[in-house]
């Protein structure tokens, strides 16, 4: 019971991209043990870009909240977690096609999980939600606010009295 009070209190988000990226490096396992002829080689490139993409959705992670506090140098910190990721990732994609550790095509498929793992977050979502037993809050309407005093209660709403429309001779 301590591990799922642990996994209670970390990033939920995260913890849900990583379950997708898992769930999609097992799918893509099960395609290549059908289909493909060089399966280690297949298995290898896969896990080592599913595992870059579970690195690089933590760095991202971080940069965001670096960001979110850092005002307006934030367009500055996020470009360069962006530039730095992808280069780390271009860097092992050259590596892995010189030795031939892997196949490079399937580290970038293994990679394409980061992707694909933002489209199928609603299911890990609830995936997670039934494996903790939480419920997701239910939203409620925002109370109305009063007017302050001497200010009209239609004003600031959009509406449109019928002398503000233009009339059609005008047009």
Same mark, same amino acid.
């Given at each position: 019971?301590?591990?799922?009070?642990?996994?209670?209190?970390?990033?939920?988000?995260?913890?849900?991209?990583?379950?997708?990226?898992?769930?999609?490096?097992?799918?893509?396992?099960?395609?290549?043990?059908?289909?493909?002829?060089?399966?280690?080689?297949?298995?290898?490139? =896969?896990? +080592?870009?599913?595992?870059?993409?579970?690195? *690089? @959705?933590?760095?991202?992670?971080?940069? $965001? !909240?670096?960001?979110?506090?850092?005002?307006?140098?934030?367009?500055?910190?996020?470009?360069?977690?962006?530039?730095?990721?992808?280069?780390?990732?271009? =860097?092992? +994609?050259?590596?892995?096609?010189?030795?031939? *550790? @892997?196949?490079?095509?399937?580290?970038? $498929? !293994?990679?394409?999980?980061?992707?694909?793992?933002?489209?199928?977050?609603?299911?890990?979502?609830?995936?997670?939600?039934?494996?903790?037993?939480?419920?997701?809050?239910?939203?409620?309407?925002?109370?109305?606010?009063?007017?302050?005093?001497?200010?009209?209660?239609?004003?600031?709403?959009?509406?449109?009295?019928?002398?503000?429309?233009?009339?059609?001779?005008?047009?």
């Amino acid at each position: 019971m301590k591990s799922m009070e642990t996994i209670k209190k970390t990033d939920r988000t995260l913890l849900e991209m990583h379950m997708g990226q898992l769930f999609f490096g097992l799918v893509c396992q099960m395609f290549g043990f059908f289909f493909v002829q060089d399966r280690w080689r297949y298995a290898a490139g =896969l896990w +080592l870009g599913v595992a870059c993409a579970m690195a *690089a @959705a933590v760095h991202m992670s971080r940069s $965001l !909240g670096k960001a979110l506090s850092a005002g307006e140098a934030a367009a500055k910190i996020l470009t360069r977690g962006y530039l730095f990721r992808y280069g780390v990732f271009v =860097l092992i +994609l050259i590596i892995v096609s010189v030795t031939g *550790a @892997a196949h490079p095509l399937t580290v970038f $498929l !293994g990679y394409m999980s980061l992707k694909v793992t933002a489209y199928i977050q609603p299911f890990t979502h609830k995936v997670l939600n039934r494996l903790l037993h939480v419920t997701d809050p239910v939203p409620e309407p925002m109370p109305a606010s009063e007017p302050a005093e001497g200010q009209d209660p239609q004003e600031g709403q959009g509406s449109l009295e019928k002398q503000d429309l233009p009339q059609k001779d005008s047009l």
